[in-house]
């Protein structure tokens, strides 16, 4: 077993929690203020698509990670005009979502790159290897200090708890909830660079693979808590660097394991912690119900 | 004139995205009209673009309706995904284990079964095994919100993943005929195969892979129909969906609906098994859905989780993928992509009802609508 967990992989799991961490900690601001927000796994593919694209024209990642957030923001913006102006089925906007940035990105590369949904290779000079992962680390207390510490976090909790309530003490619930869906897709879009900018060279088509949905997975786990959201995306990152470190093949007492059955891990955990067999894991009240203001 | 309030909004949606997607497409550099040409043109010519279109809709009925049940039941079940993923290996399974002697992919005649069942026997009990072990996948989430209160969206999003894993782990670990390169099953016993539509319609041929599994999702819509509107299942059902306190007022155990409608829902994405192994590969190919559970969304949606539009949905979508196909193989810079993007404003444009509903008339497109 020791040899299994050594420094590398100590190194893998955090490179591989980075974007399962930016992504669940815009899903916090946006799930906080009520929103649900299954489009985390859309917002990282506008995020990763654009800032391997700008990046290979700018010459510059930093262009191309700000032009990503751009991106992650705008896409992000159609989510939140969907839920909160027009009061759609927010799973299911999130899910349109999803599925707009799967096609979007493959059409645009095919024009642009005439490839089949990947951008062209981008230097090693030109990646951002371990920025993102910095910013990750500090972001969660950043967002531990805005959520409990500041007036916005306040309202941003309140809007998700009790809208009523916070409308009665003058809070603007359908600016606060924009405000919370806007950051996700900043996040998330970061989050998503890092995958096309950061851990490799380039984009491939749906290259998040279902780390939007395992994001949320860990926001649910880490009970919608930054410090335990992040705790929760390490826990999913080492089994992530498992299953990469092993190659498919896992033998820790002489008989192989698997792959897939460490795959399940986070997800079994995720769904057994929901039922509340571990502690329980309360969803902000208002999350997911759209705000009429009463006249 | 209900029929034509209800088909109106549709259409609208689809309008709307078509538009928007033409407008997508001449920004990137290519004639919308051409494209959309290419794109709808190719799906009615006969036998080919036909054949194809009911065949590549066939899944997208049995997901799009298996959607709608759960729906009509206030859930939103977006494991249709891994429920056929289970359910297309157990047909499988039944195939291998009770088909008889196959031929494997080096031509060689061989037997996994444990004992070879007449058709008329193995047949029934393939589809039914699809059924109920989609059924099954999909009561799992049904129990956890019942029993637990666990929201059934992250539920069945957690299952998807759990699924393939366990599939591709059964595929690769004791299914997959050493020496194949590919992910899949060894193929399963000929009696178990359906039939393709070619065999008995005059001028389609059998190469295309429509078969009989289309029928039964045509009977799917009957049925779903029945289920729902004529018999006290469906309506307490569709009582717990509109109004789950009332419902429960009213004598109706909204706990047993919610999994009886999530076993139901399961059971139809499960039957996509049987269009794929039994009808079409005759053997379990590791991740051959391509993402039907989630185009099922947006077919139920479309469709006003009606089997009648479901169907019509399905039918819309099947044309749009057989389309596509011919867009990325005929136009300069517009890849099958399209679709995908089509398929999303469609899905955006019909959630967000609010903003066509009750607003005709006083140029109030903006105007929120109260619910």
């Known amino acids: ?295 | 004139m209900k029929l034509l309030r209800e088909l109106f909004f549709p259409l609208v949606a689809v309008l709307a995205a078509f538009v928007l997607g033409g407008i997508f497409v001449w920004l990137i550099g290519d004639n919308p009209f051409e494209t959309y040409r290419l794109l709808i043109g190719s799906a009615f010519s006969w036998p080919d673009g036909i054949g194809y279109t009911l065949f590549y809709a066939t899944p997208l009925i049995f997901t799009g309706l298996a959607v709608a049940v759960a729906f009509r039941c206030g859930l939103l079940n977006i494991g249709a995904e891994g429920q056929l993923y289970v359910a297309a290996f157990a047909t499988a399974w039944v195939g291998i284990k009770f088909g008889g002697t196959v031929v494997d992919v080096f031509g060689t005649p061989v037997n996994y079964s444990w004992m070879t069942l007449p058709g008329v026997v193995l047949v029934p009990l393939a589809i039914l095994t699809a059924i109920f072990v989609g059924a099954a996948w999909g009561a799992i989430p049904g129990i956890l919100k019942a029993r637990f209160g666990s929201h059934e969206v992250i539920n069945t999003i957690m299952l998807n993943f759990i699924a393939i894993a366990l599939v591709s782990y059964f595929t690769q670990y004791h299914f997959k005929q050493a020496g194949d390169p590919i992910l899949q099953t060894v193929p399963i016993g000929a009696g178990v195969h359906l039939p393709r539509l070619g065999s008995f319609v005059p001028g389609l041929p059998t190469r295309i892979p429509l078969n009989l599994a289309f029928l039964f999702a045509l009977l799917a819509c009957v049925l779903v129909y029945i289920f729902l509107w004529r018999t006290k299942w469906g309506y307490a059902i569709r009582a717990t969906g509109a109004n789950p306190t009332a419902a429960e007022y009213g004598g109706i155990s909204t706990g047993k609906q919610i999994v009886l409608a999530m076993a139901v829902s399961g059971g139809l994405a499960g039957m996509v098994g049987i269009n794929e192994v039994l009808g079409y590969r005759y053997r379990y190919y590791d991740g051959f859905s391509a993402g039907y559970g989630f185009t099922g969304i947006a077919v139920a949606l479309l469709g006003r989780n009606h089997p009648l539009g479901v169907l019509l949905s399905a039918l819309l979508f099947g044309m749009l993928i057989r389309g596509g196909i011919f867009v990325d193989a005929f136009s300069g810079k517009v890849s099958k992509d399209l679709v995908e993007v089509l398929q999303a404003i469609v899905i955006l444009f019909v959630a967000c009802e609010a903003l066509f509903r009750g607003s005709f008339g006083k140029f109030g497109l903006l105007k929120r609508s109260k619910v």
């Open chain 1, 1 to 295: 077993m020791s040899e299994i967990f050594t420094i590398a992989l100590i190194f893998s799991t955090i490179r591989t929690a980075t974007p399962l961490l930016l992504a669940a900690l815009g899903g916090l601001y946006s799930e906080r203020a009520g929103v649900i927000n299954i489009a985390l796994e859309g917002l990282m593919l506008a995020g990763a698509f654009t800032a391997a694209a700008v990046t290979h024209y700018a010459g510059s990642p930093w262009v191309g990670l700000v032009a990503g957030i751009g991106a992650g923001v705008a896409v992000a913006a159609i989510h939140a005009v969907a839920c909160i102006r027009f009061n759609a089925d927010q799973v299911v906007s999130g899910t349109a979502i999803n599925i707009l940035m799967t096609g979007v990105p493959a059409m645009l590369s095919g024009a642009l790159f005439l490839s089949s949904g990947s951008t062209p290779q981008i230097p090693k000079d030109n990646l951002i290897p371990w920025t993102p992962v910095v910013l990750a680390l500090l972001l969660v207390f950043v967002t531990w200090y805005v959520l409990y510490r500041t007036p916005f976090g306040l309202r941003l909790r309140a809007v998700g708890e009790n809208p009523e309530a916070a409308d009665a003490a003058g809070v603007n619930v359908n600016r606060i909830r924009y405000s919370g869906v806007l950051l996700s897709g900043a996040l998330a879009a970061i989050g998503g660079a890092y995958l096309s900018i950061g851990q490799s060279s380039l984009f491939t088509r749906n290259m998040t693979s279902g780390r939007g949905f395992i994001a949320l997975a860990a926001l649910i786990l880490g009970k919608w808590r930054p410090v335990q959201t992040m705790l929760a995306c390490l826990l999913f990152g080492l089994t992530e660097a498992i299953s990469i470190q092993m190659q498919g093949v896992f033998k820790p007492y002489g008989e192989e394991i698997p792959v897939q059955f460490i795959i399940v891990v986070p997800y079994v955990l995720t769904i057994i912690v929901l039922a509340g067999f571990i502690g329980l894991s309360r969803a902000p009240r208002a999350l997911g119900v759209p705000y009429q203001k009463e006249r």
